[in-house]
């Protein structure tokens, strides 16, 4: 079946969707994006989820999208694609729009593209086994407090863990273990959680701050 995904204001078939070659998430990477799970239809910290992607666009100083819009887009991908009784994820992404090929931000600016798409809840791996891990130092860039499309490092930090038979690649840099590709890292020591403080290095993951409240 031909999922339903959300493009600029419309829902429609993915195989109809269509996006400009001159897009600048394309051609530059320039956007951000938030994957939000869901569970039997309701949604797992979707004002975070919000309030993140509400601070990245404003880091990016991309405008033209009011990010309180993605829970309406979300129910609305999860109701469509008949995913309101499994566990699903919602992948949002959001970049500053087509416009001709210019490292400088396109004046007037462009309205941004704004895709969304949803799917069925795919776990991995069974974490009560316990998982193989690998370190490496972290390539990436210097804002990872911004979850930017940006993230050929990551991409290529998980091929390597899937390399050494690893589901994850911990990265670590000035001798810290921050996090991991696609995960936050924590350990226990000494009876004592412990994580890398939130700097412009991490993200401000939802599921580590959850982690955190538990704790």
């Known amino acids: 079946m031909d999922p339903i995904v959300y493009l600029d204001g419309n829902f429609l078939p993915k195989s109809d969707a269509r996006i400009s070659p001159d897009d600048r998430?394309?051609?530059?990477?320039?956007?951000?994006?938030?994957?939000?799970?869901?569970?039997?239809?309701?949604?797992?910290?979707?004002?975070?989820?919000?309030?993140?992607?509400?601070?990245?666009?404003?880091?990016?100083?991309?405008?033209?999208f009011d990010?309180?819009?993605?829970?309406?887009?979300?129910r609305e991908l999860i109701a469509r694609n008949g995913l309101e009784s499994s566990d699903a994820t919602v992948y949002v992404q959001v970049t500053r729009g087509s416009a001709p090929r210019s490292h400088k931000f396109p004046d007037p600016p462009v309205s941004p593209t704004v895709y969304a798409t949803s799917g069925p809840l795919v776990t991995r791996y069974d974490p009560s086994e316990g998982?193989?891990?690998i370190t490496l130092p972290d390539t990436r860039w210097a804002r990872c407090d911004i979850k930017s499309v940006s993230l050929l490092p990551n991409c290529l930090a998980q091929q390597a863990a899937g390399d050494h038979d690893a589901v994850e690649a911990v990265l670590v840099r000035d001798g810290f273990a921050l996090e991991g590709t696609?995960?936050?890292?924590?350990?226990?020591?000494?009876?004592?959680?412990v994580t890398a403080p939130l700097t412009n290095y991490i993200l401000p993951s939802v599921t580590r701050a959850a982690v955190l409240d538990v704790c």
């Open 25 to 64: 998430g394309f051609l530059f990477a320039d956007g951000v994006y938030e994957v939000i799970r869901s569970y039997a239809g309701r949604f797992f910290g979707m004002r975070e989820h919000v309030e993140r992607m509400t601070t990245g666009l404003a880091a990016l100083r991309i405008a033209g």
């Open 131 to 133: 998982v193989a891990v």
């Open 182 to 193: 696609h995960t936050s890292f924590f350990a226990v020591v000494a009876g004592r959680v």
């Open 67 to 74: 990010p309180a819009d993605v829970a309406n887009i979300a």
